[in-house]
């Protein structure tokens, strides 16, 4: 009789592929053959080419099979039962050789996501056994300026697209007096090519819940909302689980650890608007009304969820901070270039054969991230561009690949990193189209509270449609130019200031789609600003 310890996920791309299917398979295949079999639904890895990946507990470490199909089943247990288990070989076509060893999982530096695709996500001693909760005993131990100045060292910044850096929003609230204060965590992942948050959330819920305790211990709040996208059903069960466990140990609730402390957590769905992934339409969407932008200042430092002082973070922001404060603000700084310090989980999407995960030290190149990772288009047809940072991001071709991922850096080319979101497209894009789809997008997403945007992306949507059609062409991108320049500076948020940067991009790198030489007068003259 073979004992057989065995990994399949559990995180939604892998069932979406037929993770539960293979799961039941092998299973079926095991109580056939009188197999002991321990089957564990981990997290996902991140290298979604290759799921579902099957994955066994070998004594030279895990051994992985991918992408399994149910009908590989039988051949891979055969395989397992016959060759790997006993002889130490292999002979399946579907053998991928040491998971720890694979280039893809080998070139990476993780930090966040250390854990995702190891362990059972709801298993709360997996989490202990690889360092969880230390960075919550820690701050335990601290003073609430203390753990501030460690997050502040650390210089880690929000990775949910504006950067700023979250010691310095801490500190605020910390200083903010108030009976009330509140921890607020942007669940409501809506970038285009971006899954970062939901593999936190599917893979290692309790690290986003350790984040959030030691940033209510910072800054006095006792309460915490996870604002969930309402598109995330399995990362909605997950953590309304982990929730349970958490709070049933310990973690959470009013003795946090036998401290005398108290946090509590609720996850509550989002409205399924993109505007509400912005701090304060999320604020006001988590308070029962329309998902609007509110004016600012005051900051949601300072007047945030119900007038009282809120810390609003996105996942991977607070995903950082066990991490920081388990190992000191001085590790995490360590990693990086410039000002921008740690690693980045960057996601690879859209035409591409490699999709998945990827998390680095600020610093690389986008060309080097392709060149190690992407693997190629799916197509097999020549990269024309990549868009960087959602659907609000700027379209950049080849010439541009050598930007280092580096906030400034992108900056400096009028491009986005955002959330570390990278979709790919091949060489019969049609870059006009893109701009349309901008213009388009922001038409659909708009909350309609100011001019610039609500009105400003109608028009812009025209004013492309005409542009296509050759309908005075060159007085068409004046006018194109000067309204994105009315959007960037008119607008309330960055809903409508940032929808020209994909548009100006797309016409001034790929000038021909817009039926323009590249020395043209006119594209001069879109180009004034």
């Known amino acids: 009789m073979v004992n057989i310890k065995m990994f399949i996920p559990r995180e939604s791309t892998a069932l979406s592929l037929g993770a539960n299917d293979v799961a039941r398979s092998v299973s079926d295949y095991s109580t056939l053959h009188e197999a002991q079999l321990n089957l564990i639904r981990n997290g996902s890895r991140g290298m979604f080419w290759l799921e579902p990946m099957l994955e066994v507990e070998t004594s030279k470490g895990r051994f992985a099979y991918g992408p399994v199909d149910v009908s590989d089943v039988p051949s891979i247990m055969e395989d397992i039962t016959t060759n790997l288990l006993s002889k130490h070989t292999q002979e399946h076509r579907l053998a991928l050789g040491l998971t720890e060893?694979?280039?893809?999982?080998?070139?990476?530096?993780?930090?966040?996501?250390?854990?995702?695709?190891?362990?059972?996500?709801?298993?709360?001693?997996?989490?202990?056994?690889?360092?969880?909760?230390?960075?919550?005993?820690?701050?335990?131990?601290?003073?609430?300026?203390?753990?501030?100045?460690?997050?502040?060292?650390?210089?880690?910044?929000?990775?949910?697209?504006?950067?700023?850096?979250?010691?310095?929003?801490?500190?605020?609230?910390?200083?903010?007096?108030?009976?009330?204060?509140?921890?607020?965590?942007?669940?409501?992942?809506?970038?285009?090519?971006?899954?970062?948050?939901?593999?936190?959330?599917?893979?290692?819920?309790?690290?986003?819940?350790?984040?959030?305790?030691?940033?209510?211990?910072?800054?006095?709040?006792?309460?915490?909302?996870?604002?969930?996208?309402?598109?995330?059903?399995?990362?909605?069960?997950?953590?309304?689980?982990?929730?349970?466990?958490?709070?049933?140990?310990?973690?959470?609730?009013?003795?946090?650890?036998?401290?005398?402390?108290?946090?509590?957590?609720?996850?509550?769905?989002?409205?399924?608007?993109?505007?509400?992934?912005?701090?304060?339409?999320?604020?006001?969407?988590?308070?029962?009304?329309?998902?609007?932008?509110?004016?600012?200042p005051p900051l949601p430092a300072i007047e945030g969820f119900f007038g009282k002082p809120t810390v609003v973070n996105n996942v991977l922001s607070l995903s950082a901070v066990p991490y920081i404060l388990s190992q000191g603000g001085q590790a995490y700084q360590q990693y990086g270039a410039n000002r921008s310090r740690g690693t980045l989980p960057l996601q690879l999407a859209g035409n591409v054969k490699q999709g998945g995960l990827i998390e680095l030290p600020f610093g690389s190149t986008l060309q080097s991230l392709l060149n190690d990772f992407s693997g190629g288009t799916e197509s097999g047809r020549p990269i024309r561009a990549i868009q960087v940072g959602g659907p609000l991001g700027a379209y950049l071709p080849t010439s541009k690949f050598d930007i280092p991922l580096d906030y400034e850096e992108f900056t400096k080319a009028s491009a986005v990193l955002g959330h570390g979101g990278i979709v790919i497209f091949d060489d019969t894009v049609d870059m006009l189209e893109q701009a349309r789809f901008s213009m388009e997008f922001c038409v659909d997403e708009s909350c309609g509270k100011c001019t610039p945007c609500r009105i400003g992306s109608t028009r812009g949507v025209e004013v492309i449609d005409r542009i296509k059609y050759d309908d005075s062409r060159a007085e068409n991108m004046i006018l194109l130019s000067d309204l994105c320049e009315t959007m960037i500076n008119g607008s309330l948020c960055a809903m409508g200031s940032m929808t020209p940067i994909p548009v100006t991009s797309a016409y001034k790198d790929f000038p021909e789609d817009f039926h323009l030489p590249s020395n043209n007068a006119v594209l001069e003259e879109t180009n004034h600003g």
């Open 101 to 296: 060893e694979l280039t893809y999982l080998k070139k990476q530096t993780r930090l966040t996501f250390a854990r995702a695709g190891i362990t059972d996500p709801l298993s709360l001693n997996d989490y202990l056994a690889l360092d969880g909760f230390s960075g919550l005993h820690k701050a335990l131990a601290a003073s609430s300026q203390e753990i501030v100045t460690t997050v502040v060292d650390s210089g880690l910044r929000g990775r949910g697209g504006a950067a700023f850096p979250t010691g310095i929003k801490w500190q605020t609230v910390h200083d903010a007096p108030s009976d009330k204060k509140y921890i607020v965590c942007n669940a409501d992942e809506g970038d285009s090519g971006t899954f970062a948050d939901r593999l936190v959330m599917e893979c290692d819920p309790f690290m986003l819940i350790e984040g959030m305790i030691i940033a209510g211990l910072a800054v006095g709040a006792d309460e915490g909302y996870i604002y969930l996208r309402s598109e995330y059903p399995v990362a909605d069960e997950i953590l309304q689980e982990a929730i349970v466990i958490a709070t049933k140990e310990g973690y959470l609730g009013n003795n946090i650890c036998g401290s005398g402390r108290t946090f509590n957590l609720e996850v509550r769905l989002g409205a399924e608007a993109y505007i509400c992934g912005e701090e304060t339409s999320l604020l006001e969407s988590l308070e029962g009304k329309r998902g609007e932008v509110r004016f600012k």
